[in-house]
Each structure stands twice: as structure tokens, then as C-alpha cells.
């Protein structure tokens, strides 16, 4: 991939990578978005579509939103995992190794 490039998220990966983000400990959206992109290298989340997901995450009671002071100064959301959460993260993270197997098999047909 060129440098400078970036990825799109496929439907219904941010979820997970969201709930793994959070797994070690709360941060705020843009905090979210940017460990996403340090960590990967290559993908960008956007704030169009991250914090629909984390509003999204909240509702189903997978994170939990509490205001705070951002690194800057600035008054911001902080997200945590709840403990459904945890168990969610589990849950979507093996369904994601078994796509992704079966993914890999079918690319390496002879």
C-alpha cells in the first residue's frame, strides 16, 4: 500500500475495534480514532462514523460515556467498557477469527 494511504473500515469492523481500543482503559472519540490509526498504521477512522458508533455502543450498553477533561484542557466525553462490554469484545473478536479464516481459505484456493 502507498504511503499516506489509508484503508476503509469494512462494515461492521469498528465496532470491534472500538470495543478493543477501549479495552485498555476509557478514552474520548478523537483519542479512539487516533490509537485506531497509530496501531494499524493504515486505517482512518472518521468522525462521520465513529461517534454514531460509539452512540451506538453506549445504547447497547457495551461502553459507558462519562464527561472529563481531554490532555488539552478541553471538556470531553470519555468512553469506558462496561463489563457486557468485555464479554461482547469476546464474543466479536472470535467471530472475526473465524471470518477471517475462512476468508484466508478461500483466497488460497488452488
Do not use: C
Not at 67 to 91: D, I, P
Amino acid at each position: 500500500m502507498p504511503p499516506g494511504s489509508s484503508l476503509d473500515l469494512m462494515q461492521g469492523t469498528l465496532d470491534l475495534l472500538i470495543l478493543r481500543t477501549l479495552e485498555s482503559g476509557p478514552r474520548h472519540g478523537w483519542a479512539v480514532s487516533d490509537r485506531i490509526q497509530q496501531i494499524s498504521q493504515d486505517l482512518k477512522v472518521n468522525q462521520g462514523s465513529l461517534y454514531p458508533a460509539l452512540h451506538r455502543l453506549e445504547h447497547q450498553g457495551w461502553i459507558k460515556a462519562e464527561w472529563g477533561v481531554s490532555e488539552l484542557g478541553r471538556r470531553a466525553r470519555f468512553y469506558r467498557l462496561t463489563a457486557t462490554g468485555r464479554k461482547q469484545l469476546v464474543r466479536e473478536t472470535e467471530m472475526w477469527a473465524r471470518l477471517t479464516a475462512a476468508i484466508g481459505r478461500v483466497l488460497e484456493m488452488a
